[in-house]
């Protein structure tokens, strides 16, 4: 059972899709992790964060490692734990220049789906492109929406003393560099189910997306 959760920062995408992960029994893989760990990569090695040309370059050089316990999701580069570092400011406002490359695309994207493939109890994957790029056959596809505002909200609730205001403008800017990249921008599968979280509470997404799971998988 592959499921797909896809949507724009502050859906409560993570918190979901490592509930659901958690309660089915499947695996889980924070697909933007894996691009925050590159950006963190290129940042920490000095490469051009304005120099697409030279982030290609270094694109095949850390090796990255995703762990899929979804009690404890862990990630490394080279070795190194970057769970805490990858969070930082600095790494968010640079995500999304390094994800735009195409060769970073074409690496990650190639991790995700071996990943996804060696799952043998099934997985569930968030991100941005996963129901249209990534895994376009998953068995189930939901895409995760929310008003900018209710995101923010979370957003500067997770980013302990953010400002509301600066973290919604953040995440209307990086919607827009995310929707308009041209490889593999955020967009909506169109067999994928709409999930609207502004008035719901976490554990009514985790329910609603649960229970989409049970029927797919009473339907196959």
């Keep these: 059972m592959i499921v797909a959760i896809d949507g724009p920062a502050g859906t409560g995408k993570s918190s979901t899709s ?7 029994g499947l695996s889980y893989l924070d697909t933007g ?16 964060i304005d120099d697409p040309s030279a982030i290609a370059a270094a694109a095949g050089k850390p090796e990255i490692v995703s762990g899929t316990d979804p009690e404890g999701p ?8 970057v ?3 990858i969070r930082t400011q600095e790494v968010s406002s640079k995500v999304s220049a390094v994800s735009a490359v195409p060769e970073v695309r074409a690496r990650i994207t190639e ?5 996804a493939a060696s799952a ?10 996963i129901g249209t790029t990534v895994l376009p056959d998953a ?17 500067s609730g997770e980013l302990k003393g953010s400002d509301v205001h600066s973290t919604r403008e953040a995440l209307i800017k990086r919607d827009a560099a995310d929707s308009s990249r041209k490889t593999s921008p955020l967009a909506k599968a169109d067999d994928a189910v709409e999930v609207d979280t502004t008035e719901l509470t976490l554990a009514q997404v985790i329910e609603c997306v649960v229970t989409l799971v049970e029927e797919k998988r009473a339907g196959k």
């Design 83 to 85: 769970a805490a570092p």
């Design 18 to 24: 490592k509930a659901v992960a958690a309660q089915l």
């Design 111 to 115: 991790l995700q789906r071996s990943i």
């Design 33 to 48: 992790a894996q691009y925050r760990a590159i950006t963190w990569w290129m940042v920490s090695n000095g490469i051009d």
């Design 74 to 81: 862990t990630i490394t580069v080279d070795g190194v734990d």
């Design 120 to 129: 043998k109890q099934g997985i569930v994957v968030e991100g941005r492109d």
């Design 139 to 155: 068995d189930l596809k939901v895409f995760l929406t929310a008003s900018p505002e209710a995101r923010a909200a979370r957003r």
